[in-house]
């Protein structure tokens, strides 16, 4: 069952605290870009996230932010769901094979758009989702603001996401708590000679029976040679006694992402899988008990990276030991070799360790929410060696 969805009150106060942080950094005007698989930006802002058609959103460094959509269908859509009441439509954000409308379609350009919204031509416009703005999108903007400086702004709204505020955190404990189900449901079905689809297919049933929209990211089991991707996709390949299987699993629920991982065997662990399992472990371990508030995050990389050392595997690892998470399954705050940022309470974190020594590949994955002295631990069924 699924909880009511958040205030409106709640969106005003993240769009006052983005407006802050503009204010801060001489930024006019904040353009966030949202797709059905890169939806986080709108729903964080305004509630709405879309499909087939493409948002933007539009936050003025005062006054009211604005919810671009593309279409018809999609203005309607935004109308009942988007939790901001300025909706406008840009063509331009229609979806790649977009029909040729029968009733007439008025649509506006940045150019008409940005004076109703700023009541002036902006200086500097920040871009959210810079690395995936389109380019059209992007011309439309330098018709309207010709002399703006635009800057990449992606560090100022993961700023804002970054410490959750408690209306978020019921959302986020089920997020997780659905995905620990989902991994109890595929870990007791699994069996030799069932294909890694098969598996899969067990866990999202369960998440969506629990209420989860679906998942922040394609979920995968893999198998024997395949563990030694970081990314996979679960294939046909059916799974055998005493090898190594990988379960990355991720919930949807509420826009709010719940994410575990868990390497296994039926039977027995191979050997070599087995110690690089203990190791990831000693990692986690060590992880949970060093994320409080106050502590650098540079100096929990400094800690992972010299048990990796201690065994050898420094080479192993692709990345640091947590990662933040929330409306997408990563939100910044990478615990890597520069992280010059303390842990905060409800900052929410993702202990993600990755290991592979190219014949074998797991990860251990669970979610953590800093409190007031340490953490609350999200899920954590069976974080130890698993053979079934």
Same mark, same amino acid.
């Given at each position: 069952?699924?909880?009511?969805?958040?205030?409106?009150?709640? $969106?005003?106060?993240?769009?006052?605290?983005?407006?802050?942080?503009?204010?801060?950094?001489?930024?006019?005007?904040?353009?966030? $870009?949202?797709?059905?698989?890169?939806?986080a930006t +709108?729903?964080?802002?305004?509630?709405f996230w879309?499909?087939?058609?493409?948002?933007?959103?539009?936050?003025?460094?005062?006054?009211?932010?604005?919810?671009?959509?593309?279409?018809?269908?999609?203005?309607?859509?935004?109308?009942?769901?988007?939790?901001?009441?300025?909706?406008?439509?840009?063509?331009?954000?229609?979806?790649?094979?977009?029909?040729?409308?029968?009733?007439?379609?008025?649509?506006?350009?940045?150019?008409?758009?940005?004076?109703?919204?700023?009541?002036?031509?902006?200086?500097?416009?920040?871009?959210g989702n810079?690395?995936?703005?389109?380019?059209?999108?992007?011309?439309?903007?330098?018709?309207?603001?010709?002399?703006?400086?635009?800057?990449?702004?992606?560090?100022?709204?993961?700023?804002?996401?970054?410490?959750?505020?408690?209306?978020?955190?019921?959302?986020?404990?089920?997020? $997780?708590?659905?995905?620990?189900?989902?991994?109890?449901?595929?870990?007791?079905?699994?069996?030799?000679?069932?294909?890694?689809?098969?598996?899969? +297919?067990?866990?999202?049933?369960?998440?969506?029976?629990?209420?989860?929209? @679906?998942?922040? $990211?394609?979920?995968?089991?893999?198998?024997?040679?395949?563990?030694?991707?970081?990314?996979?996709?679960?294939?046909?390949?059916?799974?055998?006694?005493?090898?190594?299987?990988?379960?990355?699993?991720?919930?949807?629920?509420? @826009?709010?992402?719940?994410?575990?991982?868990?390497?296994?065997?039926?039977?027995?662990?191979?050997?070599?899988?087995?110690?690089?399992?203990?190791?990831?472990?000693?990692?986690?371990?060590?992880?949970?008990?060093?994320?409080?508030?106050?502590?650098? =995050?540079?100096?929990?990389?400094?800690?992972?990276?010299?048990?990796?050392?201690?065994? @050898?595997?420094?080479?192993?690892?692709?990345?640091?030991?947590?990662?933040?998470?929330?409306? +997408?399954?990563?939100?910044?705050?990478?615990?890597?070799?520069?992280?010059?940022?303390?842990?905060?309470?409800?900052?929410?974190?993702?202990?993600?360790?990755?290991?592979?020594?190219?014949?074998?590949?797991?990860?251990?994955?669970?979610?953590?929410?800093?409190?007031?002295? =340490?953490?609350?631990?999200?899920?954590?069924?069976?974080?130890?060696?698993?053979?079934?």
């Open positions: 069952m699924r909880q009511s969805s958040l205030p409106k009150e709640e $969106y005003k106060r993240r769009i006052s605290v983005l407006q802050k942080e503009l204010r801060k950094n001489n930024i006019d005007l904040f353009v966030g $870009y949202s797709s059905e698989t890169e939806s +709108s729903r964080y802002l305004t509630g879309p499909f087939f058609d493409f948002a933007g959103v539009l936050v003025p460094v005062q006054g009211e932010a604005a919810l671009v959509t593309g279409g018809p269908e999609s203005y309607d859509f935004a109308k009942r769901f988007s939790k901001i009441e300025n909706i406008q439509i840009n063509p331009l954000f229609v979806e790649t094979s977009a029909p040729e409308w029968v009733p007439q379609v008025e649509g506006k350009s940045f150019r008409e758009i940005l004076p109703e919204i700023l009541g002036t031509t902006p200086k500097v416009i920040g871009i810079y690395n995936i703005f389109p380019f059209p999108i992007l011309e439309d903007l330098k018709k309207a603001a010709p002399n703006a400086d635009i800057v990449p702004a992606d560090a100022l709204l993961l700023k804002v996401q970054a410490v959750k505020s408690d209306a978020e955190i019921p959302y986020i404990k089920e997020a $997780y708590r659905i995905t620990e189900e989902a991994m109890k449901a595929a870990l007791n079905a699994a069996a030799p000679g069932m294909e890694e689809w098969e598996l899969e +297919s067990i866990a999202r049933r369960k998440m969506l029976e629990l209420g989860a929209e @679906g998942m922040p $990211y394609p979920s995968w089991v893999c198998s024997g040679p395949n563990t030694v991707l970081s990314l996979c996709r679960s294939s046909e390949r059916k799974i055998r006694e005493n090898e190594l299987v990988q379960f990355t699993f991720g919930t949807k629920y509420m @826009g709010y992402c719940g994410n575990m991982c868990r390497p296994f065997a039926i039977g027995k662990v191979p050997d070599k899988a087995r110690h690089l399992m203990e190791v990831a472990l000693e990692a986690t371990e060590y992880t949970l008990k060093t994320i409080r508030p106050g502590v650098p =995050g540079k100096e929990i990389f400094q800690g992972y990276h010299d048990i990796l050392s201690k065994y @050898g595997y420094e080479e192993f690892t692709l990345y640091g030991p947590a990662h933040g998470t929330g409306s +997408s399954e990563v939100e910044g705050l990478w615990l890597s070799e520069n992280a010059d940022f303390g842990i905060e309470k409800n900052m929410l974190f993702n202990i993600d360790i990755w290991l592979s020594d190219g014949n074998y590949g797991l990860r251990f994955e669970e979610g953590v929410l800093v409190t007031d002295t =340490g953490i609350e631990i999200l899920n954590s069924y069976k974080r130890e060696v698993i053979e079934l």
